[in-house]
């Protein structure tokens, strides 16, 4: 049932601004017509207090009953207003809290998750290190046994190191007699007929004792 003016009692002005807003979207008294109530309201306290304090009367139930009758409904409506802005800026306080905990919580879920993944391919990496390590340790490990037990895997790697450098040190000297030969002009064929056919020896011009 609508609420007609004037309004006298409390129950009368929530009842006005429940009709005039209605329900929210859950089906909840809307927050414009709590604010704007609350709005009468402090004005009825500071009333009481102005005639407790100032007039030195304590408001009987008829006094409070003409505080509301007096009030026109320009009065209700610009409370309206303020109300309606109040409840803006506090929808807006509320809306940019959200926001930034939304915020915040996305930045902490990305940082998260990176952190994550950079730590599992850290984990890999170190995990690939230590493979890495066993098995060269393990390698060594077994080289340096084989040679100092001189097994035949050990036998047989110093065969081949003493192979090995004495095949260098023979291709060293035939390298070295190569480019001794190239440096004298040396003929091997020519050096084979001097064996087998020595020149015959001349004589001197001047044999000794003769002018």
Known sequence: MPVDFPLKTADAVFRYYVDKYGLDGDGDIHAIALFTYALVEKAR????????????KTPTAQDIEDWYAEKPPAYFDE???????????????????EFEEHAKSAVRDAISENFDHVKTKIDSTNALIGTIHTTVSSETANVLGNLKT???WGRNFWIGFWAGVGANVAFTVL??????????????????????????ATAPANPPGRP
Do not use: C, M, Q
């Open 150 to 152: 001189g097994g035949a």
């Open 79 to 97: 409370l309206s207003d303020r109300g309606l802005t109040w409840y803006s800026g506090f929808a807006r306080i509320l809306l940019e809290e």
């Open 45 to 56: 306290i500071d009333f009481t207090e102005y005639s407790i304090n100032i007039l030195h």
């Open 175 to 200: 390298v070295l007699i190569f480019v001794f030969a190239i440096d004298r002009d040396f003929s091997f064929i020519g050096w084979a007929k001097d064996i087998l056919h020595p020149p015959a």
